[in-house]
């Protein structure tokens, strides 16, 4: 018997839990880090300009803010489309070897997210697809409902978890570089169809 819905090694791991109905098309890209560290900041953006275009996102971009010497990852998001704020860094101390994410505030924000996804939301913009979406949690299920939804997908991806995304999104992701110039392309050919 052949099934076109059938499941194998290449099919993406949230596609098993969806109807065959549900299993369109989607887009889905990744921008690279380019190891700089300026991904969030482009995506942030890329953001601001689509918005101001009129376009409605949802997601999380990054803020650049004055940052503590001592602090090796500050990072506080702004939920889109107009806040709040949210500082998903643990203050450790200089010295500290732990995780400096503050899992609980990283949360917070996908719920917020959650909230404001919608079938009228035109893009989905995530600053990073990170350890804890890697693992199974963070925005993992934020990125799942906006695939059924049809919405397109912008993430942010460092090397490290970047097999962790392929596995999960398979076959049909996109990589696009850390220029804001292409990623707005992308953007745009997305919305066209959207």
Avoid at 145 to 156: C, F, N, S, T, Y
Wanted: hydrophobic share 40%; glycine share 8%; with cysteine.
């Amino acid at each position: 018997m052949t099934d076109s819905t059938a499941m194998n090694e290449n099919t993406p791991a949230w596609h098993a839990w969806m109807r065959p109905d549900q299993r369109t098309g989607y887009a889905v890209a990744a921008v690279a880090s380019n190891g700089s560290g300026t991904t969030g900041l482009v995506l942030t953006e890329v953001a601001r300009r689509l918005q101001a275009e009129g376009h409605r996102l949802a997601g999380v971009v990054q803020i650049e803010q004055d940052r503590d010497p001592d602090a090796l990852c500050d990072m506080v998001l702004t939920v889109l489309p107009d806040g709040p704020r949210i500082d998903i860094t643990q203050i450790l101390g200089r010295h500290a070897q732990s995780c400096r994410l503050d899992q609980q505030a990283l949360e917070d924000a996908v719920g917020f997210v959650d909230r404001s996804l919608d079938d009228r939301s035109q893009l989905l913009v995530i600053n990073k697809f990170g350890k804890r979406e890697s693992e199974g949690g963070g925005f993992r299920q934020t990125i799942a409902r906006a695939v059924e939804l049809d919405v397109p997908v912008l993430l942010g991806i460092g090397t490290e978890e970047r097999h962790a995304l392929e596995d999960y999104i398979g076959e049909d992701l996109v990589i696009l570089p850390d220029d804001a110039g292409t990623i707005l392309a992308w953007c745009h050919s997305c919305l066209e169809k959207h």
